[in-house]
């Protein structure tokens, strides 16, 4: 099973804040798993040397916030 690194990044810098390692069965089940952890950060899905997938934050909303 490969393993696939997921890198939480800041909005402004663009510096890794935070990582998590996990592994999945195949690249299209990894992005599924780290899509599910998307917010208000950037995130990159690694395998390795290959860039599978990149998440733009998604906007807070001022309303709930």
């Known amino acids: 099973m490969p393993a696939y690194r997921l890198y939480f990044m800041d909005g402004r810098s663009g510096h890794i ?6 592994g999945a069965d ?4 990894a992005i599924a798993k780290a ?5 208000t950060m950037a995130l990159e899905l690694w395998c390795d040397a290959r860039k599978l997938h ?4 998604v906007p807070a909303d001022p309303i709930s916030a």
Request: glycine residues 10%; hydrophobic residues 30%; aromatic residues 10%.
């Open 17 to 22: 804040v935070h990582s998590q390692v996990f």
């Open 26 to 29: 195949d690249d299209l089940r």
């Open 35 to 39: 899509g599910e952890l998307k917010g």
């Open 54 to 57: 990149h998440w733009e934050p």
